[in-house]
């Protein structure tokens, strides 16, 4: 089956960039995902991107896809405290339904 | 603001008594899901709605039950819930599979405490 792997954690200090790796097996994935988990609450969507784009901005987060490689990347530029959260990474694949799969989720710990 | 609401965001049941836990989405969207989060762990589709249509995983356990009486409205109903069901529900709902991007958008979750 479809597999999305991360690394658990990530420790920066408070102004640097943070970046944030995943990897999947799924070829057709449509779309990937990036929700963020702050403690005891929901995930928030913070980003997509379409498998068909290398890349995409927006503020202070940047999305890169790595389709040949399938590897997708989240740069948190200028990190700050309240960055720190659990980062999923999630595919989904083509056509009709089909069910997102996530990744285990990255801590970031943001250190003032 | 549309959006997902899930109550209680806290609940505590006793072992073997049943509770239900309850998702609404201001959304109007087609799809809805629910998924259980234990500690550090991706969550885990339990199963999810399309309108009226009950799609259940193929391991999620016969004591997980669900309702949706209508389009605003999904319920989790835990029969007899053990200590291994402790964990967060998230809900999470659709547009649906029609269209580009079916992304999935959470409520903030439940957090289940079984004593």
């Known amino acids: 089956g479809e597999d999305v792997e991360q690394s658990l954690f990530l420790s920066v200090r408070e102004g640097d960039s943070s970046v944030i790796n995943c990897t999947y097996t799924?070829?057709?994935?449509?779309?990937l995902y990036w929700y963020k988990q702050e403690p005891g609450a929901g995930l928030q969507l913070l980003t997509y991107?379409?498998?068909?784009?290398d890349m995409k901005q927006d503020q202070r987060l940047t999305v890169l896809l790595n389709k040949k490689d399938k590897h997708l990347s989240l740069r948190i530029a200028d990190t700050q405290t309240g960055d720190s959260a659990i980062y999923f990474c999630?595919?989904?694949?083509?056509?009709?339904?089909?069910?997102?799969?996530f990744g285990i989720g990255t801590k970031l710990q943001v250190i003032p | 603001d549309a959006m997902v609401i899930q109550n209680p965001r806290y609940q505590v049941t006793q072992f073997g008594k049943p509770v239900t836990l309850s998702c609404s989405q201001t959304l109007n969207h087609n799809v809805m899901y629910w998924y259980q989060q234990k500690s550090s762990q991706a969550p885990k589709l339990l199963f999810h709605y399309y309108d009226k249509d009950f799609n259940n995983e193929a391991d999620t356990p016969d004591n997980f039950q669900s309702r949706r009486p209508n389009t605003s409205f999904c319920f989790l109903d835990i029969r007899s819930p053990g200590l291994g069901d402790a964990a967060m529900y998230l809900c999470a709902t659709s547009e649906g599979p029609d269209r580009v991007t079916d992304t999935q958008y959470f409520g903030p979750g439940t957090r289940l405490t079984v004593l």
């Open positions: 999630a595919e989904i694949g083509s056509g009709g339904y089909q069910k997102v799969t």
């Open positions: 991107i379409f498998s068909n784009m």
């Open positions: 799924d070829s057709s994935s449509t779309y």
